[in-house]
């Protein structure tokens, strides 16, 4: 059941974003940067805490997600470190992810030739 229930979710989130870019005339950027604040958003008021433990990890796949782990993280260290810990939360949790991500694109950049 638990299967089901991320699966539904992830199906959910994308079907929003797809409802999104096909009424209005936002870039996927512009949806891209909705959900990172909207899991942000949630995540203040630990609702997404909430939709994790309901939906397991299919609420950890979306890019919603991203938001969750910032401000997660952010709210953690700055109960340790005060104002400083907002900082070193955001960039300690989400390190690897962003780290990779410019890592794969640097080489996938050289390997493939843009297309103009």
């Known amino acids: 059941m638990l299967l089901l229930k991320s699966f ?17 005339d936002w870039s996927p950027g512009h949806v891209t940067s909705l959900f990172v604040v ?8 630990d609702i ?3 939709i994790i433990a ?7 796949l979306p890019i919603t997600s ?3 782990s910032l ?3 952010a709210l953690a260290k ?23 991500a410019i890592v794969f694109s640097f080489i996938f950049s050289l390997v493939f030739k843009p297309k103009n």
């Open 38 to 45: 909207l899991g942000a958003f949630l995540d203040i008021f």
């Open 48 to 50: 997404y805490d909430i």
């Open 78 to 100: 700055t109960e340790t470190y005060g104002m400083m810990g907002i900082f070193m939360g955001m960039f300690d949790l989400t390190a690897t992810g962003i780290t990779l």
């Open 54 to 60: 309901n939906v397991g990890g299919g609420a950890l």
């Open 8 to 24: 539904l979710f992830c199906g959910l989130v994308c079907a929003i974003a797809q409802i999104i870019l096909n009424l209005t």
């Open 71 to 73: 401000v997660h993280a």
């Open 66 to 68: 991203f938001g969750h």
